[in-house]
């Protein structure tokens, strides 16, 4: 009996038909509860801006802060973590030029300006290339400022030529070259450095600042290039 039943459904088109429509059907219903489960639950976790950044969003004229930030960058805490960086880097080929133990200090600048003990970096050096080109690691990183690793023979220590002076300005009037969204804040604009000749050198370069846990600022992204010119060959 139920084998008879079973090729009675099998032979007409319309009840197979009918059946698979029931079942596509319930699976939606299925799909469409879930997801509005799923939208309360989002609803229900949302968190609302810490009310100290939204009176700093007020405060700076902010537009596009993350919804829901509990922390915040500023504009002073952007700039000071730039001109840092400029004084780390003069600071670590003087060290070098006096006898000082500059690779323990250029170590704690990447530890203190750079995310790499708390996550990614992506940092793509001005006179880097090949396939050492990105430096997503501390230890090439170092390489780069300092030289002296055999896994990086091409690097001379960018930082030991000593530069005597280094400066920054980004693009545009005031604070027109800094996004700030929330804990991270994205800079353009250029870094100068002077050699012990004189000589200055204009590097494009490209921030993008994190607030960590400490409310310190690390670079997560720090891109360097130097400017283009149609007549160099």
């Not at 469409?32 to 799923?38: I, N, P, V």
């Not at 002073?76 to 780390?88: I, K, R």
């Not at 793509?124 to 170092?142: D, H, N």
Request: proline fraction near 3%; aromatic fraction near 10%; glycine fraction near 8%.
């Amino acid at each position: 009996m139920k084998k008879k039943i079973r090729m009675m459904v099998l032979a007409t088109g319309m009840v197979a038909g009918t059946l698979t429509w029931q079942s596509c059907n319930t699976n939606k219903d299925k799909e469409t509860t879930s997801a509005g489960t799923k939208t309360d639950n989002a609803a229900k976790n949302e968190t609302t801006t810490n009310p100290k950044v939204e009176q700093t969003i007020k405060d700076l004229g902010l537009v596009y802060v993350e919804e829901g930030a509990q922390n915040i960058v500023t504009y002073d805490e952007v700039n000071a973590a730039q001109q840092a960086w400029c004084d780390a880097l003069v600071k670590i080929g003087q060290l070098h030029k006096d006898g000082g133990d500059y690779k323990a200090f250029a170590e704690k600048v990447l530890s203190d300006a750079y995310n790499y003990d708390y996550g990614k970096v992506f940092f793509k050096p001005t006179l880097a290339y090949g396939e050492q080109t990105f430096r997503p690691t501390k230890k090439g990183a170092l390489a780069y400022f300092i030289g002296g690793d055999p896994e990086y023979p091409n690097d001379k220590g960018f930082a030991l030529a000593p530069w005597v002076k280094a400066r920054y300005d980004n693009l545009g009037k005031d604070n027109q070259g800094i996004q700030i969204y929330g804990s991270v804040a994205i800079t353009m604009g250029n870094v100068w450095v002077t050699d012990k000749s004189g000589k200055e050198v204009m590097v494009d370069k490209t921030f993008v600042f994190k607030k960590g846990a400490d409310d310190k600022l690390r670079l997560i992204v720090h891109k360097s290039a130097l400017p283009f010119s149609p007549d160099s060959k």
